[in-house]
């Protein structure tokens, strides 16, 4: 498995800004897309961003032109940068990865992380 660890969520009010990062620990195994899912209680989890490893990007429609998703491959970091958040931004926030295994490396399986709360409220 590869180990992603999550940091940067909190509290902010409306129209401000969050910074989330995850750092993957991937031993033997290579990294493929990576990117942040959210969820809120009762609703299914829903794709935010996604970074392919040669850097093209995707954002869901609800976010575009307010996140921006940014990868390290050197450090194995994924980075989401929230602006102009509003409260529907609410959510709890998971990093995931796509890796792949040695030694074919053909084959991608996913992994998420603990995940991180971003609450946006006056």
Known sequence: QVQLVESGGGLVQPGGSLRLSCAATRSVFRLNDMGWYRQTPGKERELVATVSNSGTTAYADAVKGRFTISRDNA?????????????????????????????????????????TQATVSS
């Open 75 to 115: 450090k194995d970091t994924v980075t989401l940068q929230m602006d102009n958040l509003k409260p529907e931004d609410t959510a709890v926030y998971y990093c995931y990865c796509n890796a792949r295994r040695p030694p074919s490396y053909t084959t991608d399986f996913l992994n998420w992380g603990q995940g």
